[in-house]
């Protein structure tokens, strides 16, 4: 098995619908390799012959930035195409799910229930979460809990993973699912509405990872990301929301950088999710959206396999040339060469950034 720090990102693993089946998983970073290939060959072509002519400047350069990119993006369809998810690889795991109440976190419990797990759900519907936890029993978790409160609620946030963790005796993987209610609207001034998708969708995320690390860096765990399309492209009528699932990605793929480089063995899963059947989805595109929605089920065992294992990117719900086409190597390839222009033992031994 490859170093879950190689710098260019495990985007091995793919969750994606197809037109007629429906989903598909399956490894696809041999579609990555000619992208590579065009991109170096264009790198080269831009350089004055007395740069990066024939000779010794030209093979330095290969040597430093070419070849290791290559290198790894091999390395990557070689050993990265054995991985598989297996059901008992949750059995016994403490799982935090946000956002459990309906919908894809509920799902996500169900599932986990069905792997032997123990879970602790949030939400802010105290009763709603009682039928849940009743659910995921008869289902076989290990043990189910729930604390209701609202995201809003910082503190709320801070102390329901310090009471989730004492009630398991520890935690293992963090499924990150909740979000603020939501309509499809042109923007105009309502700056009440960005505040609170921030704080909600972005924020309480932050402050969540923050409280479980503790426990996470003891059990070499994961945290996992429930983001959007809408977090990886620009979309109408969703501004708000957009920004807060953008500014997740942004602020988790920083933090994985830094634990890659600090050798923190957390992993962070970001699932970029498409239309999604739930009832608030459905509720919000009515009328508005013509495009068919994926199934919550399916799109929850999804979201539970990514963490599993611990890929740092998930794509479900939507076409497949959608997600090959916002995969972007060309955003990895960067990363990769940008460290080079850091200090990295400084980087190293100054872990608390100013």
């Not at 604390?147 to 009471?163: H, L, R």
Request: charged content about 15%.
């Amino acid at each position: 098995m490859m170093s879950a720090h190689l710098r260019l990102g495990k985007y091995a693993y793919v969750n994606c619908l197809l037109p007629k089946t429906n989903k598909c998983s399956y490894w696809a970073p041999c579609a990555q390799i000619p992208f590579v290939l065009h991109i170096c060959c264009q790198v080269l072509s831009v350089y004055p012959t007395g740069l990066l002519g024939p000779g010794s400047c030209l093979m330095a350069f290969m040597k430093k930035y070419l070849l290791p990119i290559l290198g790894i993006f091999l390395a990557y369809y070689y050993y990265s195409a054995n991985e598989e998810f297996r059901p008992e690889m949750l059995k016994g795991k403490k799982v935090i799910v946000t956002g459990a109440s309906k919908g894809i976190g509920e799902e996500i419990a169900y599932h986990l229930a069905k792997m032997g797990a123990h879970v602790v759900v949030t939400a802010r519907s105290e009763e709603t979460l009682k039928k849940v936890v009743s659910r995921c029993l008869e289902l076989g978790a290990a043990s189910a809990y729930y604390i209701a409160g609202t995201m809003e609620d910082m503190t709320f946030a801070e102390q329901f993973v310090a009471k989730a963790g004492k009630l398991m005796g520890g935690l293992d993987m963090l499924i990150l699912n909740h979000i603020t209610n939501n309509s499809m609207n042109l923007f105009s001034d309502d700056i009440h509405l960005v505040r609170k998708n921030m704080e909600v969708n972005f924020l309480s995320y932050v402050v969540l990872s923050v409280a479980a690390l503790p426990m996470l860096k003891q059990s070499n765990g994961s945290i996992v990301i429930v983001s959007s399309t809408a977090g990886k492209m620009a979309n109408p009528l969703v501004a708000p929301y957009s920004g807060s699932k953008f500014a997740l990605d942004g602020f988790f793929s920083s933090i994985r950088e830094e634990y890659s480089v600090t050798k923190v063995n957390v992993s962070i899963t970001l699932c970029i999710l498409g239309l999604i059947n739930t009832e608030t989805a459905m509720k919000a595109v009515s009328g508005i959206l013509d495009t068919n929605a994926s199934p919550k089920e399916e799109c929850a065992l999804a979201i539970i396999k990514g963490g599993a294992l611990r890929q740092e990117e998930v794509y479900y719900g939507s076409s497949v040339w959608t997600f090959l086409l916002l995969r972007n190597p060309g955003r990895r390839i960067l990363e990769f060469l940008s460290l080079r222009s850091y200090n990295m033992d400084k980087f190293i031994n100054n872990q608390a950034l100013p």
